[in-house]
């Protein structure tokens, strides 16, 4: 059964959204969020590889945090990158997130990606001063779609990828959303070793967020796949304040650890907050899974 949508105030509070936050000193914004924007983790190659590893951590957790639950691990097939979190609360609102999202050439979003090490120049156009400027090829702000559309690769230095197939990643390590001492979000992290996944996934929440869906917190994304969040494993369930732990030793003895090798990069979708149980033979619950609303398959 999925849940129904609520005002809640844009911070960090589950593993959709734990990347938003409020400006210091600004009177917080209530919003209904409904979707997300994401690239889900769970393909045919690393679900297996994914509940090998969760059962793993989860019986060496207490040894590291006694008092946590089991139920603050997120559910295998709810593993995802989100990208930005959506107040989608009309049909017009939906139906417009869904076109864009299916209109979008990913094939060309990839080939303007940068290969690693390559540091593409930009010129400005601004006469008088020197007008070119250098972005990392880890690319922390996104290059705009327009100017990669009208400038094209040779002037903005990019060099194009005659063979652009989907990133293949391996999700790895164990981080933490806050400070290791006092946390509610521990995550994996996708280590891409061609290095366009980032600025490719920046560039989708650039577009989506200049559209008006998604909601622009005004910071760097960061790529994240939520292995823990303490919201689920209170006795009511979400609301509230999440409980910290301190996840120092966790953290150190997951530091090295693969929790999925080879996994390629298949799709970007448009989810509905809130995760659907899956129900077994009986009515047991046997998982859950974010209901995917539209699909965009990966060239």
């Not at 622009?216 to 732990?245: E, F, Q, S, W």
């Not at 970007?268 to 209901?291: D, F």
């Not at 609303?293 to 060239?299: F, K, L």
Request: aromatic letters at 4%.
């Amino acid at each position: 059964m999925t849940r129904k949508s609520r005002n809640i105030t844009k911070g960090p509070q589950s593993d959709a959204h734990d990347n938003a936050s409020t400006t210091a000193g600004e009177k917080p914004k209530r919003l209904q969020l409904t979707h997300f924007l994401c690239i889900p983790l769970v393909t045919e190659t690393s679900r297996p590889q994914l509940e090998k590893s969760l059962q793993e951590f989860q019986s060496k957790m207490h040894e590291h945090v006694p008092l946590l639950s089991a139920k603050a691990i997120r559910p295998v097939g709810t593993l995802h990158l989100t990208l930005g979190v959506m107040s989608l609360v009309d049909e017009e609102r939906l139906e417009g997130a869904i076109a864009l999202l299916k209109s979008l050439g990913l094939k060309d979003m990839l080939k303007s990606s940068p290969p690693p090490g390559l540091e593409p120049t930009v010129k400005l156009g601004l006469e008088g001063v020197d007008n070119t400027i250098t972005i990392p090829a880890t690319l922390s702000r996104p290059i705009s779609p327009p100017l990669l559309e009208n400038q094209g690769a040779a002037s903005t230095g990019l060099k194009s990828n005659t063979d652009p197939k989907p990133p293949i990643i391996n999700l790895t390590s164990l981080h933490s959303m806050h400070s290791p001492h006092s946390t509610s979000v521990l995550y994996a992290h996708p280590q891409d070793p061609t290095f366009r996944l980032l600025p490719f996934c920046t560039n989708l929440q650039a577009l989506f967020t200049s559209e008006g869906y998604i909601i622009d917190d005004n910071r760097p994304l960061k790529l994240h796949a939520t292995i823990v969040n303490t919201t689920y494993a209170k006795a009511g369930g979400r609301g509230g304040a999440p409980m910290r732990i301190d996840a120092t030793s966790l953290i150190e003895k997951f530091r090295d650890v693969v929790w999925a090798e080879g996994v390629r990069v298949e799709r970007v979708a448009i989810c509905k907050m809130g995760a659907k149980k899956i129900l077994g033979e009986g009515g047991v619950v046997v998982g859950e899974e974010y209901e995917e609303v539209a699909v965009v398959e990966m060239p």
